[in-house]
């Protein structure tokens, strides 16, 4: 593929809106190298597939020779952002935020290539900002920019309380951009109006503004947004086996969508998964290969064959795994070894699990919390977690 079908892709494939469109494109095709920015808040320890998105984005450009700048989030993921919020996001203490972030370079190194990127911390310069610089940012914008927002207007509108604190949100991410000089930020649909709040204060600060690329947001494995407050993610850090189940969980009306946004297979070829799809091949075939492709792009071709080998025999079979994990708990009730063996985060998430059908022992659903489980019981976590307890 050469560059001018690289940029068409790139400018194409996962985009939603370009502002501007034309200015972009005269700057990739005048062979400039811009600087792209992506900003991610550690609001969770995990990186998702819908974060993917835009950081394959991030790396459509690196691949054409592109400066790429990756901002974690420390300082506004404590302020929080409520972009696609119904209610106000708490403050997160800076103590959590430093422990979501541990791997978050990690993870983005599964996607981009980190000796090649400009790694910040926004920290670095937000945390120095005074209360004159940030009465000059604001002067930048009215009220009633902010509350016009659909998601802002309808909760005024419903009597729910809407912070100031929200509303320095978007200064915060936009004055990134004048940190970086960014040339293009990336960012879901739902981060418009902090995008276009980049441009502004560029402007305010005598820079070219940002041109701008969002991209579609993806539906996770119950159907809604895909949102770690949701708990329907596939991680990228997920288990090559953990990670094939989920996406072989999902709804037949997402995979051609997940194919497109989540990976890089040549879309003609997706072209043809759509149309053996419209023409009654079996959905769950094309969805082996939509989980195959996906393992594979986070762990290994013979990853994926494993978990597509592990998927066959002990889902879509029902045989049980032939090299179960053995494992000695230190104590023997059902929460207690789910906490213990991190099949689950936290004891009140077991009982979560356990309520809502999630547990079995020896292939029986478990809902009682107190159950103890016997010595060489086999225990099983949703659809493809299981330990042989010893």
Do not use: C
Request: charge should be neutral; avoid cysteine; hydrophobic fraction near 35%.
């Amino acid at each position: 593929m050469n560059d001018s079908n690289k940029i068409d892709q790139l400018l194409n494939r996962g985009v939603e809106e370009i502002i501007d469109r034309q200015s972009l494109e005269k700057k990739l095709k005048g062979g400039f190298k811009l600087r792209i920015k992506l900003g991610i808040d550690p609001t969770s320890p995990n990186v998702h597939l819908g974060r993917s998105i835009p950081l394959l984005k991030l790396k459509d450009f690196q691949d054409l020779g592109h400066q790429i700048i990756f901002i974690i989030g420390d300082f506004t993921g404590q302020i929080g952002d409520t972009s696609d919020k119904e209610s106000e996001r708490p403050m997160l203490t800076e103590e959590i935020i430093n422990q979501n972030l541990q791997t978050y370079i990690q993870q983005a190194s599964k996607i981009i290539d980190i000796d090649k990127t400009e790694i910040y911390h926004n920290s670095k310069w937000l945390g120095k900002l005074l209360y004159k610089d940030i009465g000059a940012q604001a002067n930048a914008f009215s009220l009633n920019e902010f509350i016009s927002r659909e998601n802002i207007s309808r909760r005024l509108n419903g009597g729910k309380r809407v912070s100031l604190r929200e509303l320095l949100y978007p200064l915060m991410q936009g004055y990134d951009s004048v940190e970086v000089k960014a040339d293009v930020e990336i960012g879901g649909t739902d981060q418009r109006f902090n995008l276009l709040a980049g441009r502004d204060l560029q402007r305010l600060y005598k820079q070219e503004p940002q041109d701008i690329i969002t991209n579609p947001l993806i539906e996770g494995l119950d159907g809604r947004k895909m949102s770690s407050s949701f708990g329907n993610t596939v991680n990228l850090f997920d288990e090559a086996n953990d990670m094939f189940g989920k996406i072989m969980s999902l709804k037949d009306e997402f995979i051609i969508k997940y194919f497109t946004l989540l990976t890089r297979v040549d879309l003609e070829a997706i072209k043809d998964y759509e149309h053996n799809l419209k023409n009654g091949t079996n959905p769950r075939d094309i969805k082996l290969e939509l989980a195959f492709t996906i393992v594979r792009q986070y762990h290994s071709n013979e990853e994926a064959l494993e978990a597509k080998d592990y998927f066959i025999k002990t889902i879509s079979n029902k045989e049980m795994p032939s090299d179960l994990h053995k494992f000695k708990p230190e104590k023997y009730d059902i929460v207690s070894i789910l906490v213990e063996y991190k099949m689950t985060s936290s004891r009140s998430e077991a009982r979560r699990v356990i309520k809502q059908g999630g547990v079995k022992v020896n292939r029986e659903v478990i809902n009682n919390i107190d159950y103890i489980v016997s010595t060489n019981s086999v225990l099983q976590k949703g659809k493809h977690k299981f330990i042989e307890i010893i």
